[in-house]
């Protein structure tokens, strides 16, 4: 697991066979116009690696409770970028404890991802976390 800013993942992920896996959703912390474009184009560089997967995780507005209508541009531009075969959900707890429960957290992640196929929800929740952990 990664957590560094994008331009030094990108530079420590090239012609590298190691799985490298995204942390927190890449940080989009900056919700302006300009500063989603950037991580935005961030992430697609990064993505492009096909050594790199994505934890979508750790994704909050701060001072704002954590909904489905603040993250969901967020997620789906991931999961567009990445490919579901790429993500998976993950926790930052008890980090996000500040901003919501768990409970709500996750039924977000499945409100915004309740229109895709169940084999690819199947593996953003579940599959993608065994392929790239191979928990014993």
């Not at 799985?19 to 940080?27: A, D, E, F, P, V």
């Not at 492009?48 to 994704?59: D, F, M, R, V």
């Not at 991931?78 to 980090?95: E, H, K, L, T, W």
């Amino acid at each position: 697991d990664l957590h560094l800013s994008i331009r030094r993942q990108r530079q420590m992920c090239i012609r590298d066979s190691t799985i490298i896996i995204l942390n927190h959703t890449g940080l989009p912390s900056d919700r302006s116009k300009d500063g989603l474009n950037n991580w935005k184009s961030n992430m697609k560089q990064f993505s492009e690696q096909p050594n790199t997967a994505l934890k979508i995780s750790g994704i909050c507005v701060p001072n704002e409770k954590w909904n489905s209508n603040l993250n969901k541009n967020i997620i789906k531009d991931s999961i567009d970028i990445f490919g579901y075969q790429r993500c998976m959900f993950a926790s930052n707890f008890p980090v996000d404890g500040v901003i919501s429960t768990f409970d709500e957290i996750f039924k977000g992640f499945k409100e915004i991802v309740s229109s895709m196929k169940d084999y690819e929800i199947k593996s953003l929740f579940h599959d993608n976390a065994i392929k790239y952990y191979n928990p014993k």
